[in-house]
């Protein structure tokens, strides 16, 4: 990085919702890339809610954040966006309506919505040209990246995005993975599952542009892993509380867990749409505590304090939660899904079980709770493996890497670094 010509503005990044407690590694993402001498502004869809604000840095990135949807709510901001953009570049306000309404799904209401889109993209077009960036980033390629493309096509500004999944494997004609891949300048993909979905809805001619750019943590937060002094067997869990993260497999599981370990505590951090189901569901199981959002430094208190982290989502991309909890040297109990097994090594460095099986995953935990050494062993290879390849601050740099090649002050990139 030092020895790059530093960009000739600042990058913006854009997110349906910025900051949100559940996606503390974007944060950690634009931080570490101003680390690295990059200069990132922030831009949202929408504001998010106080329950996110969970620390100070939510609420000094929020202060800080630019909001989209706000400002396009104010009618003459609306218009003189639209009036600025319609007489500064008539040709590319109009191509960029083609393609609002050339990418929408079926239907009329999808149509309006691509309209609404497009008056978005407008507003946030205004808002780059007046701040001179240079280049726009996007986190998760629904809705928010479609007003990246939109506004992209608009200002002339080229956008980049970052390609989690699942979500958008299951509707990526719906959201036109192929257009919004085709206009980046380059797609982000967090793993190597995902940059092969990617490659299957795109054209061959576009694959170059598929780079594999990791989510990371900063393991030196979770460096520190004291003697507990409560010796109940303790399980954590970390994620939204909605359908997709299997809780229900793990309430199945738990009373054969409970019949080796009766003293078993059970730590849920996240919040969700499924919550009070899900607390319903477990009224039964007085071993649940269900602790809602909780910040980053709470977090990393909660993993020192377990004994494994579970997980037993049924979708995911690679959770940051198992890189957390890795870095904390835990073992983790986790599904074997889509790029979970790029991260977590089977019988290694924690235990792949078939995602929906209760008895596989109650096995699973008490087979580690039984076997502290085993435990032991399994946190210290998560942690090298961690350290090794999913670090923000490494991530970061391969990703200011790509800024930079792509605003044409370094060589053409691979597929890694």
Not at 21 to 45: C, K, N, W, Y
Request: include cysteine; hydrophobic fraction near 45%.
């Amino acid at each position: 990085m030092t020895s790059q010509a530093p960009l000739s503005g600042p990058v913006a990044y854009l997110t349906g919702e910025y900051p949100r407690a559940t996606d503390t590694f974007i944060q950690r993402e634009v931080m570490a890339l101003r680390g690295h001498g990059v200069p990132v502004e922030t831009s949202s869809i929408r504001k998010t809610g106080v329950e996110h604000l969970v620390g100070e840095e939510q609420r000094t990135e929020a202060k800080n954040t630019f909001y989209v949807l706000q400002a396009a709510k104010n009618p003459l901001r609306l218009l003189g966006s639209h009036l600025r953009a319609m007489t500064g570049s008539p040709k590319r306000y109009f191509a960029g309506l083609k393609l609002a309404w050339q990418s929408a799904p079926p239907g009329l209401r999808a149509h309006l919505y691509q309209l609404f889109y497009f008056a978005e993209a407008v507003v946030l077009a205004d808002h780059l040209r007046k701040r001179g960036v240079v280049h726009l980033h996007n986190h998760i390629a629904t809705a928010s990246c479609t007003v990246a493309m939109l506004a992209s096509a608009v200002s002339g500004i080229p956008y980049s995005f970052t390609l989690h999944g699942p979500d958008i494997f299951f509707e990526p004609h719906r959201w036109r993975l192929d257009l919004k891949i085709r206009h980046a300048r380059f797609v982000a993909c967090i793993s190597d599952f995902c940059r092969s979905q990617a490659m299957a809805f795109s054209g061959t001619a576009d694959w170059p542009k598929l780079h594999i750019v990791h989510c990371g943590v900063e393991p030196e937060r979770y460096d520190t892993r004291p003697e507990r002094g409560n010796p109940a067997p303790h399980l954590l869990f970390v994620g939204r509380l909605a359908a997709v993260k299997g809780l229900p497999v793990l309430f199945d599981a738990l009373p054969q867990v409970l019949q080796e370990f009766p003293d078993l505590r059970v730590s849920l951090i996240g919040d969700g749409p499924d919550r009070a189901s899900l607390e319903t569901m477990a009224a039964h199981l007085t071993q649940v505590a269900f602790l809602g959002y909780q910040s980053q430094t709470e977090v990393a208190q909660m993993l020192q304090q377990a004994d494994m982290l579970v997980l037993p989502s049924f979708a995911e991309g690679v959770p940051v939660v198992l890189m957390e909890a890795m870095a904390a040297r835990l073992p983790v109990v986790t599904t074997q899904v889509a790029g979970i097994p790029e991260l977590v090594e089977n019988h290694v460095s924690g235990e792949l079980v078939p995602p929906g099986d209760a008895d596989a995953l109650a096995q699973a935990i008490i087979g580690l709770l039984a076997n502290k050494s085993r435990r032991d062993e399994m946190g210290e290879t998560g942690r090298a493996k961690v350290a090794c390849e999913y670090t923000a601050t490494r991530e970061a740099a391969w990703l200011a890497q790509l800024f930079h090649a792509y605003a044409g002050n370094a060589p053409q990139p691979g597929k890694r670094p």
